[in-house]
């Protein structure tokens, strides 16, 4: 039996159980064992790939450091929307990796070109671009930063910087990345139209802006809720403002221009208004959320709670709607209401003094059900509760 047989034949099974088994002759079990376990991975987070016979699939962290299907899907639309199809005729991925980003965006290229400097990566792309669809792609074993100082102009430049230091623990900050884009940068920016770069959703945003030069957009990239992706793009002839792209996917993505979401002044209300409105994660990362008051005509519970209300149901709200029910103050005889009504509920707090651990300790109550709990202040310093009904998207 051939490994490739073996992984086929198992390849939904337990690794662990599979590892008590004896294996067949001619298979290498250690390696069909970590090709299983990739591969049950990439059900998940590459379900296209996983279904392609025959893929290769790297080492754990490559596969925990890898995008998903869903963001790479999301570059690729980027892209499209940036170049017409008449100008895509170059790419260059100089930190290809795994090669997911990579696949999505060569797609689109009449010639594309996958750098990185590890040797086995490299082997796996060999392998996998050709059944992939991209047998025309190139494959350098060099390393970014050497290879950028002799490539041929590309139209689009993308790069992924590692951030790990040499102990293998993550890094945030520009320059801990390996390559270092600052670094690079005016090399970058005379060898591309369009440079879009890959950068640790932790990273501030300002820091970012203020270190880079050439920024026309900036994406926040959310996932179910959580903030996965910063994506920066970058143009030697980007000289306007810059827009910020709050992106949920699966949602309508919101933009605003830079200009607008600093000098903004928030609407905030005297009382809570019949509904409630959390922004998503990409909103609250890309600090736009002051925007929105003008933006969806809503107004802010306090000028520091990031919690916004209004008189009617807004549509294509970039968060969460829940309908207000009640609005209960830290009265004695409140909170007995409250307990004699509630024993279970999803509890947030947004800019009040007490955890959510500490809260739902004080108020005795269990997590989960259908009732939301909002534990906040509003203007004229005021803490509250406002119990809400989720709205369904």
């Known amino acids: 039996?051939?490994?490739?047989?073996?992984?086929?034949?198992?390849?939904?099974?337990?690794?662990?159980?599979?590892?008590?088994?004896?294996?067949?002759?001619?298979v290498d079990l250690k390696y069909c064992l970590e090709q299983i376990k990739s591969r049950q991975k990439a059900v998940r987070k590459l379900p296209h790939w996983a279904a392609v016979d025959g893929l290769v699939f790297p080492p754990s962290l490559s596969m925990e450091q890898?995008?998903?299907?869903?963001?790479?899907k999301y570059k690729q639309e980027l892209v499209e929307r940036i170049l017409s199809s008449e100008e895509r005729f170059s790419m260059v991925d100089l930190t290809s990796g795994f090669g997911v980003d990579f696949s999505y965006l060569a797609l689109l290229f009449r010639r594309s070109v996958y750098v990185e400097q590890q040797q086995r990566l490299c082997e796996?792309?060999?392998?996998?671009?050709?059944?992939?669809?991209?047998?025309?792609?190139?494959?350098?074993?060099?390393?970014?930063?050497?290879?950028?100082?002799?490539?041929?102009?590309?139209?689009?430049?993308?790069?992924?910087?590692?951030?790990?230091?040499?102990?293998?623990?993550?890094?945030?900050?520009?320059?801990?990345?390996?390559p270092c884009v600052t670094t690079m940068l005016p090399d970058l920016i005379q060898r591309c139209r369009f440079l879009l770069v890959k950068l640790s959703p932790m990273l501030d945003i300002r820091v970012a802006l203020k270190a880079l030069k050439y920024v026309c957009?900036?994406?926040?990239?959310?996932?179910?809720?959580?903030?996965?992706?910063?994506l920066l793009l970058l143009g030697g002839h980007c000289f306007g403002p810059v827009s910020f792209h709050c992106v949920n996917l699966g949602r309508r993505p919101v933009a605003f221009c830079v200009q607008e979401?600093?000098?903004?002044?928030p609407v905030v209300a005297d009382v809570p208004l019949e509904y409630l409105y959390e922004p998503n994660a990409s909103v609250l990362k890309a600090g736009v959320q002051d925007a929105l008051c003008a933006r969806f005509d809503v107004e802010k519970l306090h000028r520091n709670s990031n919690l916004f209300t209004a008189s009617r149901l807004v549509e294509n709200f970039p968060g969460r709607a829940f309908?207000?029910?009640?609005?209960?103050?830290?009265?004695?005889?409140?909170?007995?209401?409250?307990?004699?009504?509630?024993?279970?509920?999803?509890?947030?707090?947004?800019?009040?003094?007490?955890?959510?651990?500490?809260?739902?300790?004080r108020?005795?109550?269990?997590?989960?059900?259908?009732?939301?709990?909002?534990?906040?202040?509003?203007?004229?310093?005021?803490?509250?509760?406002?119990?809400?009904?989720?709205?369904?998207?």
């Open 261 to 265: 979401a600093e000098t903004v002044l």
């Open 217 to 230: 957009e900036v994406h926040v990239v959310s996932v179910d809720g959580e903030c996965r992706e910063l």
């Open 124 to 178: 796996i792309a060999r392998h996998n671009l050709p059944l992939l669809g991209l047998g025309h792609a190139e494959v350098h074993c060099a390393d970014g930063t050497a290879f950028l100082k002799n490539m041929d102009y590309a139209d689009l430049i993308f790069m992924d910087p590692a951030r790990r230091d040499d102990c293998g623990r993550k890094t945030v900050q520009l320059e801990d990345c390996t």
């Open 323 to 361: 309908r207000v029910q009640a609005c209960h103050d830290f009265s004695k005889q409140s909170l007995k209401s409250l307990q004699a009504q509630v024993t279970k509920a999803n509890l947030t707090v947004r800019n009040f003094p007490s955890t959510v651990e500490q809260l739902r300790k």
């Open 66 to 72: 890898c995008s998903s299907e869903t963001t790479a």
């Open 363 to 393: 108020l005795k109550l269990k997590d989960g059900g259908d009732v939301y709990l909002f534990a906040t202040t509003l203007s004229g310093d005021r803490h509250v509760l406002l119990q809400c009904e989720k709205i369904k998207e």
């Open 1 to 26: 039996m051939t490994n490739e047989e073996y992984i086929s034949l198992h390849r939904c099974e337990d690794t662990s159980a599979l590892a008590l088994r004896r294996a067949p002759e001619g």
